[in-house]
C-alpha cells in the first residue's frame, strides 16, 4: 500500500474505465471529488454504486461530459440525474449484485473505498458498508481507499489487507451521520400495527426509516428477538440495551446481529465499533433467501409507493420516475414467507402526504412491480392489518380497501365493482 495525495490516487482512472464506489456512511467523497475535477480530460468513464451520500457531482454538469451512473440503487442525492441520459438503473436484487461482478458480467477496473487502519496483522475494516463492497474489492483491477481512523472496525468478513490496496489517502474526519426524524402520529399507529404481529423469538428484518423505528419503539415488551438484516439503525439499540434482543433463537448465527450495511449517529458507529456482537457480513449472504429461511419468525417489514387492489407492490418507482430501487425487499419478503412461523409485511401510510391514495386500482402507468402479488401476505397502514395469503382478487380487494383512507374507499369499492362484477 503506497501512501499519496488524493490526485495521485485518482489518476488510476483512465478514459473507459468502470469505477466502483463505496457507499452509504463509507462513501469516500474526497475521492469522488478528486476524480470528478478530472473531468476535462476523462471520457466514457462509468460509475457503479447502490447508494451514496454527498454531492454526487458526477451526475451533474459539466461532470456528466466524463461519467455516467449506472446505479443498482437510486438514492436522493443522483435520482433527478438517473432519469435523464445522463444515468441510468440496473434492476437487481440485493441479494444478486455480487454476481454482477464475480460473474464478470460488469468487471471492475477500479474500486473506491473507505477503511480503517490496518491492525497488526495489515488488515483494514470495511467500517458499517461491506454490502456489495466486499465482492467489489474481491474483483476489481485496482483498490483505491481512504485511510479514516473514524471508520468502526467491524466483526464479520468486511476486511482488506493494505498488499491489496494499490494507492491510500490518509484523512480523519467521521463517517456520514444519518439522524432519524421522530415518527408522526399515523407512523406510530403503523409501528404499534406491525408491533402486534411481532412474536416473541421473532426474527427481525427492517430498513431505515421512521416505520421501522416506530415498530421497535413498540417491542419494549418482546423476548428473545433476533436480528438478521441487511441493514439497521439507532432503533435497535435500546432493545439490545434492555436484553430483548439477544438472538438466541436464531439458527444463523445464533446470538449475533446479522446485517451487511449500518446507518446512523455516532453513537450508533460506537456501539459497532470492535463489537463481536455484530457480524456485517456481504448483501450475497444476508439477503440469501436460502439462509434467511433457516431462522424462525422472520418478520420482514418494508414499504411501498403504491399497491393496487390485488396486491402488486410498487416501492421503487413513481410511474416511469425512478425513486429507489428492487434493494432487498424481495429477498427478505419470500425469506420470511418460507420462514417456519414468518411474517413478511408491507407497511405504509394510507395516503401521500399530498392526500393520494397509496391503495389504488391500478398500479401508475409505466410504474415497476417490485413484490408481485403472490409474494404479498401482510399489508399495514394506520387503518389496521389485513393478509392476502390465500385470497382471491375479489377478496383482496375487499381487505386492502378494508384499511384504506376512508376518503378514498367508496372510489376504491366503484372501481372494485366494475373490475369484478
Not at 454531492?55 to 442525492?77: M, R, W
Not at 468502526?152 to 491489496?164: A, C, L, Q, V
Not at 413484490?371 to 392476502?388: D, P, Q
Request: proline share 5%; aromatic share 6%; net charge neutral.
Amino acid at each position: 500500500m503506497q501512501i499519496v495525495s488524493a490526485e495521485e490516487a485518482v489518476s488510476i482512472v483512465k478514459s473507459g474505465n468502470r469505477v466502483f464506489f463505496q457507499g452509504a456512511a463509507m462513501t469516500p467523497n474526497l475521492l469522488i471529488d478528486t476524480l470528478c475535477e478530472r473531468y476535462r480530460e476523462l471520457k466514457k468513464v462509468e460509475i457503479i454504486q447502490i447508494h451514496t451520500h454527498g454531492e454526487a457531482k458526477y451526475i451533474q454538469a459539466p461532470y456528466t461530459d466524463a461519467f455516467h451512473l449506472a446505479s443498482c440503487f437510486v438514492g436522493d442525492n443522483v435520482r433527478k440525474g438517473v432519469n435523464t441520459i445522463h444515468g441510468d438503473y440496473i434492476p437487481v436484487f440485493l441479494s444478486e449484485i455480487h454476481w454482477l461482478f464475480r460473474r464478470n458480467i460488469l468487471p471492475l477496473d477500479v474500486a473506491f473505498i473507505q477503511v480503517s487502519p490496518p491492525d497488526k496483522h495489515g488488515y483494514c475494516s470495511l467500517g458499517v458498508s461491506v454490502d456489495v463492497t466486499l465482492p467489489a474489492i474481491q474483483t476489481a483491477k485496482k483498490v483505491v481507499a481512504l485511510i479514516n481512523p473514524q471508520v468502526p472496525r467491524t466483526h464479520g468478513d468486511g476486511i482488506i489487507h493494505i498488499n491489496n490496496i494499490n494507492f491510500a489517502v490518509a484523512i480523519d474526519e467521521p463517517v456520514h451521520p444519518s439522524i432519524l426524524g421522530t415518527p408522526t402520529d399515523i407512523e406510530a399507529t403503523i409501528g404499534k400495527h406491525v408491533a402486534g404481529l411481532v412474536e416473541d423469538g421473532a426474527t427481525l428484518q427492517m430498513g431505515i426509516g421512521n416505520i421501522p423505528n416506530a415498530v421497535l419503539r413498540n417491542l419494549q415488551n418482546h423476548k428473545r428477538l433476533g436480528i438478521h438484516t441487511e441493514m439497521f439503525s439507532d432503533g435497535i439499540l435500546p432493545l439490545v440495551e434492555k436484553g430483548i434482543i439477544t438472538g438466541e433463537d436464531k439458527e444463523i448465527k445464533t446470538g449475533k446481529i446479522v446485517t451487511c450495511f449500518a446507518m446512523g449517529s455516532q453513537k450508533l458507529y460506537d456501539f459497532i465499533d470492535d463489537n463481536p456482537l455484530v457480524h456485517f457480513k456481504e448483501a450475497g449472504y444476508t439477503n440469501d433467501t436460502a439462509i434467511i429461511r433457516k431462522n424462525p419468525k422472520v418478520t420482514a417489514i418494508n414499504s411501498a409507493i403504491e399497491i393496487d387492489l390485488t396486491g402488486q407492490v410498487c416501492a421503487d418507482s413513481i410511474g416511469m420516475y425512478q425513486y429507489s430501487g428492487v434493494g432487498g425487499q424481495m429477498d427478505f419478503i419470500r425469506g420470511a414467507s418460507l420462514s417456519e412461523g414468518g411474517k413478511p409485511i408491507i407497511a405504509m401510510p394510507s395516503i401521500t402526504n399530498k392526500g393520494v391514495t397509496k391503495i389504488t386500482p391500478f398500479l401508475k402507468e409505466g410504474a415497476s412491480v417490485t413484490t408481485t402479488r403472490a409474494h404479498v401476505h401482510y399489508v399495514v397502514t394506520e387503518y389496521g392489518v389485513v393478509n392476502l395469503f390465500g385470497k382471491g382478487l375479489e377478496q383482496r380487494a375487499k381487505a386492502l380497501i378494508s384499511i384504506a383512507h376512508p376518503n378514498h374507499r367508496e372510489a376504491l369499492e366503484r372501481a372494485a365493482k366494475q373490475r369484478f362484477n
